[in-house]
C-alpha cells in the first residue's frame, strides 16, 4: 500500500511539471485525416520530449490541417496534455530535407 501511494504521488508531479510543456518538431506527414482531427506524423528527436518516431498528433482546430498533404515536411510547435496527449498547436510546411 505504501508503495501504491508513492507511486502515484510520483504520477502526480510528474502531471502538474508535463502539463502544457510546448515542444517544436519536423517531419514527414504520412497521413492526415480533418474528420478525426489528426495528423499522422513521422518526425525527429523533439527536445527535451521523446525521439525519433511515427505517431499520431490531434489538433484543436481542424483548419490548422488545411494545405497540409500526405508526404510534405512540416514544422510543428506541440503541447503536452497529460497523460498521453500530445496536440499540434502551429504547423507549417518547410521545403523538403536536402538529400544526403
Ligand atoms: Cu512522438
Redesign the pocket.
Known amino acids: 500500500m505504501k508503495r501504491l501511494a508513492s507511486a502515484s504521488l510520483i504520477f502526480l508531479f510528474a502531471c502538474s511539471t508535463w502539463a502544457g510543456r510546448t515542444g517544436e518538431?519536423e517531419g514527414e506527414v504520412l497521413g492526415v485525416s480533418p474528420e478525426s482531427k489528426s495528423v499522422l506524423i513521422h518526425?525527429g528527436e523533439?527536445k527535451d520530449?521523446?525521439?525519433e518516431?511515427?505517431?499520431e498528433f490531434t489538433v484543436d482546430d481542424a483548419s490548422l490541417l488545411k494545405g497540409v498533404k500526405q508526404g510534405d515536411r512540416v514544422h510543428f510547435t506541440l503541447e503536452q496534455r497529460p497523460p498521453f496527449d500530445?496536440v499540434i498547436l502551429k504547423m507549417t510546411v518547410i521545403p523538403p530535407a536536402p538529400a544526403q
Open positions: 518538431g518526425h523533439i520530449m521523446m525521439g518516431m511515427t505517431m500530445y
